[in-house]
């Protein structure tokens, strides 16, 4: 059977990999959409596949109340859209940026006449329009107006609203995104410390995997322990010991000849909380070094 239903027509400024992904999505669910980037061949495919193509910026937000922006960043987002008319439009920005350039863009949206929603996207170009990619939006700013369009927001991926303050899509985004490095560069300290040894990296993967989501119950303990401010009640392994442990993992990797300056700085993080009051700190969980990281 056949869903006839009709689809809220929007406008989307940016075809880059990711731009032209959400593109090709929002068309193939039906929905009506104006296109409009600054190499227009980038357009062409699109205008193939339904899309209408404008000749600017200014077109291309007269044509729909919805307007969605992809660009490469906030500075260029302030350039398509100097001098265009927002008033009544609803301004969904999706372009990598900062909490404070989330915060001023909302407010430069806003003193337009528009109401101005920032997301971060937590997927690639290919897990857009795959639901079980688990890829997904987060969205904070107006509430009215992602409550309003939010059936258009969730067709490329999951849609998360995460408040009202329009700085906490990207904070939400870079936050996680900070963990993804970290444990990135803790996998490629492994993988260069067994490097040139009898252990293929495919004998270490699996035990690299089952590692890692063993540990993941550090997620929810930092963030009882940071809400509790108790780093020491039920605590296994204090934070005394990783500092005493510390020496042979950094010793290891001077024997192995491999760098230790992925792993060096969160060690020194560890001995600078222990150092402050042994008496004090030694028999804390690691989650308590936290705190340092906003002291500074």
Known sequence: MTDNTPRNPLTLLGLGDMGTALARTWL?????????NR?????????AEGAVVAASPAGAVAANALVVVCLLDDPTVGSALDGVD???????NLTTGTPAEG??????AEARGARFVDGGIMATPTMIGVPEAGGYVFYSGSRALFDAHRSALEVPAGARFVGEDPGHAALHDVALLSAMWGMFAGISQAYALTEGEDIAPKDLAPLLSEWLGAMGFFVGNAAERLTSRDFTSGVVSNLAMQVAGSGT??????EQGVSTELVAPYVDLLRRRLAADPAAHGGEDTAGAITLLRAR
């Open 103 to 108: 915060r001023a863009r909302a407010a430069w």
């Open 249 to 254: 993992m950094l010793r290891t990797a001077e």
């Open 28 to 36: 193939a669910a039906g929905h009506p959409l104006t296109v409009w």
């Open 39 to 47: 190499t227009a061949a980038k357009a062409e495919a699109l205008a």
């Open 86 to 92: 927002l008033t009544g439009k609803d301004l969904v």
